[in-house]
């Protein structure tokens, strides 16, 4: 990965929320193809990181591009916005399936508004994504039908749809019964050996060290470790990052 070419560039990233700040100075970049998780306690400014990426939060303050695409303007305009949103998934907690619409007719929705496509075409690659996650059999089913892992699928499918170039996860299990994660994260792990650039805030330290490159390790709104996640999350330097993998039970031996 020394040589990809960055995805993401952040430098000096900012983010308050009144008189808060919950990002205070982030840089760091993520590479095209590489597999970057975010960890830490929660209100250490996860979650608004990854939104910040896909313009869901405007930043306050540093620099912040996206597939070529700058973010640090308040203003960004429909035509770059819609550009963002083709160039770039998100998959969130709660999966946000719209409940009156089939399995199907929510992946070819953001195809046919967000790109132009025929409605054939949006079917035709809809069917690829249920497959490839494992889901062909439920296009004609509703959210309501689906177990939770089987919706956090059909979301992740939902995303590829539009083709990014970048997918980000923000803890797609924390809302899993424990015996339905695994299904999500071998779908996350096969992206990952596709060469998906992924960006995944997650608690799951295993799948972390075992599938991410690198790891950021953030608190109070700043990065208080980052580099390989195998070196990171066996051997971390930090007395906080000692602190925050003990309470997961996760060694660091």
């Known amino acids: 990965?020394?040589?990809?070419?960055?995805?993401i560039t952040f430098e000096n990233l900012q983010k308050n929320f009144g008189s808060l700040q919950v990002l205070q100075g982030i840089t760091g970049t993520v590479n095209q193809g590489e597999v970057v998780a975010v960890i830490g306690s929660s209100g250490c400014g996860k979650s608004t990181l990854l939104r910040c990426f896909n313009r869901l939060e405007k930043i306050d303050?540093?620099?912040?591009?996206?597939?070529?695409?700058?973010?640090?303007p308040p203003n960004l305009?429909?035509?770059?916005?819609?550009?963002?949103?083709?160039?770039?998934?998100?998959?969130?907690?709660?999966?946000?399936?719209?409940?009156?619409l089939s399995v199907l007719e929510n992946l070819i929705l953001a195809p046919q508004k967000v790109l132009g496509k025929s409605?054939?075409?949006?079917?035709?690659?809809?069917?690829f994504y249920l497959e490839?996650?494992?889901?062909?059999?439920?296009?004609?089913?509703?959210?309501?039908?689906l177990?939770?892992?089987?919706?956090?699928?059909?979301a992740i499918a939902r995303s590829l749809c539009v083709n990014p170039k970048v997918m980000l996860f923000d803890e797609p299990t924390s809302a899993l019964d424990p015996e339905l994660v695994g299904e999500v994260l071998?779908?996350?792990?096969?992206?990952?050996?596709?060469?998906?650039?992924?960006?995944?805030?997650?608690h799951?330290?295993?799948?972390?060290?075992?599938?991410?490159?690198?790891?950021?390790?953030?608190?109070?709104g700043k990065v208080e470790e980052s580099g390989s996640a195998r070196e990171v999350l066996t051997n971390p330097q930090s007395e906080r990052l000692r602190g925050f993998l003990s309470r997961l039970n996760l060694s660091v031996e």
């Open 119 to 127: 409605r054939q075409e949006s079917i035709q690659q809809a069917r």
């Open 147 to 154: 177990s939770g892992g089987q919706k956090q699928r059909v």
């Open 204 to 220: 799951e330290m295993l799948f972390a060290r075992e599938v991410a490159h690198r790891v950021l390790f953030l608190h109070q």
């Open 186 to 202: 071998r779908v996350m792990q096969q992206l990952a050996e596709e060469g998906m650039t992924m960006v995944v805030v997650t």
């Open 77 to 100: 305009s429909r035509t770059r916005l819609r550009q963002l949103r083709t160039e770039v998934g998100m998959v969130f907690q709660q999966f946000n399936l719209f409940p009156h």
């Open 61 to 72: 303050g540093g620099q912040l591009v996206v597939s070529g695409i700058d973010l640090s």
């Open 1 to 7: 990965m020394e040589n990809a070419t960055p995805t």
């Open 132 to 145: 490839k996650v494992g889901l062909s059999e439920k296009a004609t089913a509703y959210p309501q039908q």
